[in-house]
């Protein structure tokens, strides 16, 4: 089987994390830091906005099942992409969205599909589409966060409504019944 990766920042790396935990053709998810200046950030310094990092996922996927067109538009309806680094109440720099690509194709697909969610969208979309750079894993703690933590106050009220919409718009995209 060919696989291939994607890596995606759209806000809180839980909230993305959750929904493609449960989109078919999803083979791994993790949560990490990229895009940054410093080696081997942490958590609290990604927090702090100094590094430059946004919270990210890292997709291994099987193309097979899911396409990357596939991934990406789900990536344009789980967030808002119109809001400059910011989703909700998370702000700043960590929180942008961000498209991070690893091939060239992927960067014209990429392209494609902004282009076509532009006229979904009310407001002019601000996702950056960068070439993938040094990816840092997110600390153990972060990962699987959502199905450790589902009644964990922002799980509840920011993460669940996430991946009820993604359940509701994508049932056929289901890895598993919901």
């Known amino acids: 089987m060919t696989t291939e990766t994607a890596t995606l920042g759209g806000g809180c790396f839980w909230c993305l994390e959750a929904v493609y935990q449960e989109l078919r053709g999803i083979l791994h998810v993790e949560s990490g830091y990229t895009g940054g200046h410093v080696a081997n950030p942490s958590y609290e310094q990604v927090c702090d906005g100094d590094t430059g ?3 990210v996922v890292r997709l291994e996927f099987d193309p097979a099942q899911v396409s990357y ?4 538009e789900i990536f344009f309806t789980i967030h808002d992409p119109t809001t400059l680094n910011r989703q909700g109440n ?3 720099t960590q929180y942008r ?3 991070y690509y690893h091939t060239p194709e992927q960067h014209d ?3 494609q599909v902004i282009a076509c969610m532009a006229s979904v969208w009310d407001a002019p979309i601000v996702t950056e589409l960068s070439p993938a750079e040094t990816y840092y894993k997110a600390e153990d703690y972060h990962q699987n ?3 450790q933590h ?3 106050g922002y799980c509840a009220f920011v993460v669940a409504p996430k991946v009820a919409k993604f359940r509701k ?3 056929d995209r289901l890895n598993t019944p919901a």
């Open 53 to 55: 990092h946004a919270e």
């Open 69 to 72: 067109r596939e991934i990406l």
């Open 90 to 92: 998370d702000v700043g």
């Open 97 to 99: 969205s961000v498209i």
């Open 109 to 111: 697909i990429a392209k």
């Open 145 to 147: 966060y959502f199905r």
């Open 150 to 152: 589902p009644l964990q």
């Open 169 to 171: 718009m994508f049932t």
